[in-house]
T-cell receptor, first 111, second 114 residues
Framework: GENVEQHPSTLSVQEGDSAVIKCTYSDSASNYFPWYKQELGKRPQLIID?????GEKKDQRIAVTLNKTAKHFSLHITETQPEDSAVYFC??????????FGTGTKLQVIP | SQTIHQWPATLVQPVGSPLSLECTVE??????LYWYRQAAGRGLQLLFY??????ISSEVPQNLSASRPQDRQFILSSKKLLLSDSGFYLC?????????????FGSGTQLSVL
């Protein structure tokens, strides 16, 4: 089955700096890679996603890159703000739309 | 629009007691349904998923079971809870192929087994 690894597990950045979270996946058949943000005690919310036929996607301060050959993808947050503080999860979708999540990255943006 | 309901929000149960968590989806037909568990400070572990009524796939051998008695209803059960069953349980749904595969999560159930 699919295995998704995510690094780092915790990340602290100064407000205004960039944050990068990296993930690798094992199943070469996976073709959909979403990123979720989870605030404390709340449900995960989709923030951006990318499909295997695209190498990069951007939405305002958030961007995701995908390298299918190397089977890794990354989340980039620029100009970080305190409200970006949360746990971020990467995921990969395999057969039957089974979505496997990474272990999460706790991002802290220091004002 | 589509909505997902999950209840209860919190639950405290003694070890050895049964469990039933329910999730329903409104506004869509034949959704894919999922149960995830999140231990404190940990990632999201897929427990079960279902692509149709009566079709359940289990991802991890454990003390839990799932059922889908109706198209938009997904139930997570246990006959006897263990301490290790404590966690934050999330139900989710997605639209089947060939549409997008985005997951939409319920508000979660915080289960404490004492």
């Amino acid at each position: 089955g699919e295995n998704v690894e995510q690094h780092p597990s915790t990340l602290s950045v100064q407000e205004g700096d960039s944050a990068v979270i990296k993930c690798t996946y094992s199943d070469s058949a996976s073709n959909y890679f979403p990123w979720y943000k989870q605030e404390l005690g709340k449900r995960p919310q989709l923030i951006i996603d990318i499909r295997s036929n695209v190498g990069e996607k951007k939405d305002q301060r958030i961007a995701v890159t995908l390298n299918k050959t190397a089977k890794h993808f990354s989340l980039h947050i620029t100009e970080t703000q305190p409200e970006d503080s949360a746990v971020y999860f990467c995921a990969a979708e395999g057969g039957y739309q089974k979505v496997t999540f990474g272990t999460g990255t706790k991002l802290q943006v220091i004002p | 629009s589509q909505t997902i309901h999950q209840w209860p929000a919190t639950l405290v149960q003694p070890v050895g007691s049964p469990l039933s968590l329910e999730c329903t989806v409104e506004g869509t037909s034949n959704p894919n349904l999922y149960w995830y568990r999140q231990a404190a400070g940990r990632g999201l572990q897929l427990l079960f998923y279902s692509v149709g009524i009566g079709q359940i796939s289990s991802e991890v051998p454990q003390n839990l079971s799932a059922s889908r008695p109706q198209d938009r209803q997904f139930i997570l059960s246990s006959k006897k809870l263990l301490l290790s069953d404590s966690g934050f349980y999330l139900c989710a749904w997605s639209v089947p192929r060939p549409f997008n595969e985005k997951l939409f999560f319920g508000s979660g159930t915080q289960l404490s087994v004492l």
